[in-house]
């Protein structure tokens, strides 16, 4: 295919899901699609890169070809051989739609990534498998958990194979128990996934290891058909006790929906929470986010990216 197949005036919108990663014990490979949506509307126009954004980010994002979103149109339009790597960018108009908080454990990287590798694919007029996006979109990351839900939908077991020609991401939807009601804890104050993954130890003890291990086999179970399971399903070692000294209200309130029987874990890297409910959140504990500042947003567990 070549470049001559873009014509100008041709548009999409697409639609992709926020999400959340590690569901406590699944470091890098569990994942979650949740029902908080951007979209973004890419048009074939004039040379040069025009973006507009509303809402999340709307005037703190660039606006030229350096916008993630931009930069996945390209890599989606080069994955569907409509440019080849290193041509010139097609003229471009972006319009970014954003609902997903930025820098809050909700995947807003991995959605912006795979938002603009649909809408590429989708103005080149071709169709990719979404293995292929699973892998072009997580390659942003160097993890698969947040990409892979957002392309996928439900809930994701995600792994890395690597092989002699780099990395290759992979995953698996699970279908979500219908019972289980996803409720998200989401604070002002943004959090970068670098400098708190930067807080991890280099090593764990074995012991530690083991224990998730079993309960990310454990939460797989609890997610689909033993939602009863959660809370110890939803236990860790690895990664959010080391990260809590940089989100002390984060800790404190899946300290406190715990104690309570919620099945409470930090969203992604957080500093967002994400409670795996059975019908939702009590007002109280509702009200006990709402007392440090912090929105409570009952969402349903989203389907995949889509082109609308």
Known sequence: MSATTLVQGRSVTVRVPASSANLGPGFDCLGLALG????????IGAPGVRVTVEGEGAGAVPTDATHLVVRAVVSGLQAAGAISDGAPVPGLDVHCRNAIP?????????????????????????ELVDEVLVQRSSEYEGHPDNAAASVLGGAVVAWTEIGPSGPRYRAERIEVHPEIVPVVLVPTEQSSTEATRGMLPA??????AAFNAG???????????????????????LHQAQRAPAMPTTATLVARLRAAGVAAVVSGAGPSVLALTLGGLEEVLCGVARSHGWSVLELPVADGVALL
């Open 203 to 208: 090593r764990v003890r074995h012991a530690d």
């Open 36 to 43: 908080l949506h951007d979209e973004v509307t890419v048009t």
């Open 102 to 126: 930025h820098s809050r454990g909700l995947g807003s990287s991995a959605s912006a990534v795979v938002c603009g590798l649909r809408a590429g694919v989708a103005l080149a007029g071709v």
């Open 215 to 237: 309960r990310s086999a454990l939460a797989v179970l609890a997610l689909t058909t033993r939602p009863e399971l959660l809370l110890p399903a939803t236990e860790d070692r």
